[in-house]
Antibody, heavy 117, light 107 residues
Framework: EMQLVESGGGLVQPGGSLRLSCAAS????????MNWVRQAPGKGLEWLSY????????HYADSVKGRFTIFRDNAKKSLFLQMDSLRAEDTAVYYC??????????WGQGTLVTVSS | DIQMTQSPSSLSASVGDRVTITCQAN??????LNWYQHKPGEAPKLLIY???VLEAGVPSRFTGSGSGTDFTFTISSLQPEDFATYFC?????????FGQGTKVNIK
């Protein structure tokens, strides 16, 4: 059974850092492009970042460019999002999602990040 | 960025009802559109891709249509397990963008 399990969320102060992880199982992780998407409370979904299967292509949304870093470890079947200089508006549920036939075809359940003092 | 306008934002319906949701893009996205179902605490689930292609294992009561800028998602006969939030998403261009979602409530 395919699974994506996010972890690493929690409460962090403004200006702080957090690293999210996404553990993949049930499919050949190294063969797939991956993304991070978030949903702030009461808001719609926002795509954040994309990484190709071998990490040679990376894209970011303008809202997180220069503050967030996406990377992956194919040997460990894991995707990561390093989040620095966090702001209150980064409070959201963060999802990892796979690209296959189409972008974002399979998602994890998400992990909650709360940025507050 | 491509803006996706989804309507309605919520609706109330009964089991057996036909439900229709629309999504409009402010730029031609060809047929590069997904529809998802999202229940609280669960992973969003892809139902339809390429605007009209049913994902494997998804019941045939879910259909999608449209191309260019105007798209429609229909549940032909609403079932108890269909009460959820539905949203569209374009993948013609990065950044991928989403509709605001439609919450389907029990009448």
């Amino acid at each position: 059974e395919m699974q994506l399990v996010e972890s690493g969320g929690g409460l962090v102060q403004p200006g702080g850092s957090l690293r999210l992880s996404c553990a993949a199982s049930g499919f050949t992780f190294r063969g797939f492009e991956m993304n991070w998407v978030r949903q702030a409370p009461g808001k719609g979904l926002e795509w954040l970042s994309y990484i190709s299967a071998n990490s040679d292509t990376i894209h970011y949304a303008d809202s997180v460019k220069g503050r967030f870093t996406i990377f992956r470890d194919n040997a460990k079947k894991s995707l990561f999002l390093q989040m620095d200089s966090l702001r209150a508006e980064d409070t959201a549920v963060y999802y990892c999602a796979r690209d296959a036939r189409v972008p974002l075809d399979f998602w994890g359940q998400g992990t909650l990040v709360t940025v507050s003092s | 960025d491509i803006q996706m306008t989804q309507s309605p934002s919520s609706l109330s319906a009964s089991v057996g009802d036909r439900v229709t949701i629309t999504c409009q893009a402010n730029h031609d996205i060809r047929n590069y559109l997904n529809w998802y179902q999202h229940k609280p605490g669960e992973a969003p689930k892809l139902l339809i891709y390429d605007a009209s292609v049913l994902e494997a294992g998804v019941p045939s009561r879910f259909t999608g249509s449209g191309s260019g800028t105007d798209f429609t998602f229909t549940i032909s006969s609403l079932q108890p397990e269909d009460f959820a939030t539905y949203f569209c998403q374009q993948y013609d261009n990065l950044p991928y963008t989403f509709g605001q979602g439609t919450k389907v409530n029990i009448k």
